[in-house]
């Protein structure tokens, strides 16, 4: 059974930072690519950025590019989103997911979701 499971939202500063995990469980993370996306309220799921099993980061939102980067830990099963100046317009419900070894853009693409950590950019 593929399981994600999302950690280390709250609110923050605008500028500050904020570093999320993506722990996986019943599965390889090193066989798999990850994707990050986020959805505000009222708004569509976007893409942020996806580490493919080779460790290719692919950014999907330009806002992302130059502070937001991803990593993987595949010893510990677990992949990071370590988020940088963070705006306001970062504030999202943010999760991980994967749909086998390929980054894709779409979240349609995606099958096996994590439940999602609220991120809130706020003074």
């Known amino acids: 059974q593929v399981l994600l499971l999302e950690s280390g939202g709250g609110l923050v500063q605008p500028g500050g930072s904020l570093r999320l995990s993506c722990a996986a469980s019943?599965?390889?993370?090193?066989?798999?690519?990850i994707g990050w996306f986020r959805q505000a309220p009222g708004k569509e799921r976007e893409g942020v950025l996806c580490?493919?099993?080779?460790?290719?980061?692919?950014y999907y939102a330009d806002s992302a590019k130059g502070r937001f980067t991803i990593s993987r830990d595949n010893a510990k099963n677990t992949v990071y989103l370590q988020m940088d100046s963070l705006k306001p317009e970062d504030t999202a419900v943010y999760y991980c997911?994967?749909?086998?070894?390929?980054?894709?853009?779409?979240?349609?693409?995606?099958?096996?979701w994590g439940q999602g950590t609220q991120v809130t950019v706020s003074s």
């Open positions: 997911a994967t749909s086998g070894a390929h980054c894709h853009e779409s979240y349609t693409e995606y099958p096996y």
């Open positions: 019943g599965f390889t993370l090193g066989d798999y690519a």
């Open positions: 580490i493919s099993t080779s460790g290719t980061r692919t």
